[in-house]
């Protein structure tokens, strides 16, 4: 009998209706003879509603007594869960990540899994009980205090747990029917994906989709955990993220690789733009240690040639707007010491990402990229790219425009004949 | 330093204003110099809110989800009131009940403590901090389950730390003053006791005063734990709970102790007689073996002297109205095997009740009590004693009128020079 571990995100238990509906597919799975492991997140808005506590008791509150306070969300969750499952006649066991052997490193609010140790969840299983255990918490390894792994989180102990318990499949339910070539609400003909690469989810997932969290496609990927994108409203296969790139479907022989598996769009970035700093040894380095030291991730980075006659060059990068405050303080702090000249910010911007295995055997798909921007009449700002994924920054305004170009470019755009395979069993 | 064990119940912690309000509270405790241990309930209605989520997914949720999902509120709770403490400068650990070390058995819903392990809190308290634990919460010592311990499990919590830790006093914070000579809201003139004896906090809150629960007072007695009652809403100083009647009051010297402790009463009983019952060996005990077979708690029992002529009998008792179903279920069942004549339910009935531990020396307390009753036209039903308690039950409607007369009888009600005293600083 196989395990399978299923996630259930914070929409799919938002309220009674939703834990019962919930219940019923996981009794489901046990009635299909598996084996069923269930991470859940907390109710709906109940993390929000936490940190509005918080706040109101205290502006700055304690990362260690915030991660108490938010794992009260899932315990809550798993809990409601457990009770439903045994309304249906089934036995299920709620665990808190402690408890399910999650152990982490002590970074309060963003730990990260160093480990899992499923005795318990072991026990539970072997005595016959369907295991419910609290996503996005754990225990740290050293202090024995509680964390959490931020948000999102969810995702990658469900995953973390697949690993630990040897699972078949890790099914990630959400509110849509999978991954998709690109978003359906900017491009109405946008294909459900049956299967992509880790590599590929990876891209896709840094590029601005948010359908799964990097951190949890990382995860898979070391551990080769095949992830299932469902949704949980309906009964259709969803997404397989599974094999790499260089085997991209393993069980199922040889299969061309399709170029492209999608394109992404990202609004939540900002590009601060350096001018004129001194192109000497060095200068670059210490603007992005000044950043790094303000704990600021910054996405792509573009330096300019510097023109000869001044020996100025400019430094762009793009990095969350969120962070847009923070990095632009620290750089005017900077200013006399380095000697540049401006700092431009900008937050009107959107990225635009073109993700596939196959385009590093194809060396037209940056220039098509290009040109299907260039005919929808947007313009290019800073480009980066991997093995593969071009991405680049445009107006904001201009990204809906340019992500619909590329995916027609691409023949992306479904036809009546994806549209059969939609609603089918999955290739 | 000593160690200063405060509880907060829910109403005390209702509302970000509230919390705040009690961190100011726990500092002012710690800035007098004490080291802070705080048992904290969950927040207002939290708890009955999350049983109202339990009920709409589960009309019988099972018991160990239950007690998963309820200690989600004072998790909540806790961390809020540490990070209060935190916004006011000075550091707080918030600790679930597990971590706290209060180990319980495995009776979820209302698990009994059987040790409390406090390293963690020790090497928090060691490290300067002050100490947030959730109250009403434990892990079970064999299967390591987390257990609730019912309602008012806080007040024993508070109490089962300050026991461990052996504290100084354990300050338990309410919404009224202390301990009364009878209900205010029943008696206006009800005066705050200064200082009552275990055994008479026991009688009373038998007797249905719910200012403290049996289990925490029988704890504090059995380590002699001084309970200072108080409230959250002032700073008068409010009723000690310490030293036994053999000793009443061991660090002020001899004192004349009063008569009677207070008058206290109960409308959460009813009472159910079974007439006709043979007066052999062994009726009785099989009718109150099946009862309690039926996990029934009965409190007084009175049984007639049979009547030569019919050799039949009748018992009566009182029992929780909530039982009142099913104890009646349970006995008519019997009706063949044991052959008694008839049931009698009555759920218009009130218990009233006088303690004090003078009374053991004072013969005519008893015939006092009664005439004050009768004088106050008030029909006596059932009576019962202890060596410091006398109970009668009388009907639901004549319960004020006999609580009152009760008071007066006895010279408990306040005057002039009693007001004063109130405000002062215990005696």
């Given at each position: 009998m196989g395990i399978v571990v299923q ?19 996981i009794v489901?799975a046990k009635?299909?003879g598996n084996d069923v492991v269930v991470a859940v ?34 315990r809550?969750?798993m809990a409601?869960v457990a009770m439903?499952i045994s309304?249906?006649?089934y036995s299920a066991r709620s665990f808190t990540g402690s408890q399910a052997g999650v152990i ?9 899994i160093?480990d899992v140790t499923p005795g318990r969840i072991r026990t539970a299983i072997d005595e016959g009980h369907i295991v419910i255990v609290a996503g996005?918490q754990g225990v ?17 102990t469900a995953?973390a747990l697949a690993a630990a318990l040897e699972a078949d ?259």
């Open positions: 996630k259930y995100g914070g929409s799919s238990v938002a309220d009674a209706a939703a834990v019962k509906r919930v219940a019923r597919r489901e009635k299909a997140s907390a109710m709906g808005d109940t993390t929000d509603d936490l940190l509005e506590k918080a706040q109101a008791v205290s502006p700055l509150p304690p990362a260690r007594e915030l991660d108490m306070l938010l794992t009260a969300g899932e809550i969750s409601l439903a309304d249906l006649g982490t490193d002590s970074v309060h609010g963003k730990a990260k160093i996005f740290s390894q050293d202090t024995k205090e509680i964390t959490t792994l931020g948000r999102g989180g969810t995702d990658t995953v499949v890790c099914e990630i339910y959400t509110d849509v029917d999978g991954v998709f070539t690109a978003d359906p609400r900017i491009v109405p003909s946008a294909r459900k994906l049956d299967r992509v690469t880790y590599e590929e989810m990876l891209e896709l997932a840094a590029s601005g989709a948010k359908i799964l969290h990097l951190r949890c496609v990382e995860y898979a990927r070391r551990f080769d955990i095949p992830i299932h994108v469902r949704s949980s409203f309906s009964q259709l296969d969803g997404t397989i993220v599974s094999g790499s790139i260089e085997d991209p479907a393993p069980e199922e022989g040889t299969m061309e690789q399709a170029i492209i598996a999608g394109v992404a769009h990202d609004r939540s970035e900002a590009k601060i733009t350096v001018t004129g700093v001194p192109d000497k040894v060095g200068e670059a380095a210490r603007i992005f240690a000044a950043l790094a030291e303000a704990q600021i991730n910054l996405d792509m980075i573009v330096q300019n040639v510097s023109a000869a006659s001044t020996n100025l060059t400019d430094i762009s990068f793009t990095l969350p707007r969120t962070d847009g405050q923070t990095a632009m303080t620290t750089l005017a702090g900077l200013q006399e010491e380095i000697g540049f000249e401006t700092l431009l910010y900008d937050d009107k911007v959107g990225k635009v990402s073109l993700i596939g295995a196959g385009m590093r055997s194809h060396p037209g798909v940056t220039a098509k990229f290009f040109s299907a921007i260039a005919e929808a009449g947007v313009n290019l700002g800073m480009i980066s790219t991997s093995e593969i994924r071009i991405s680049v920054v445009v107006a904001d305004e201009d990204v809906d425009a340019a992500v619909a170009a590329t995916h027609t470019a691409f023949d992306l755009d479904a036809d009546e004949v994806e549209a059969v395979v939609y609603g089918g069993t999955g290739r």
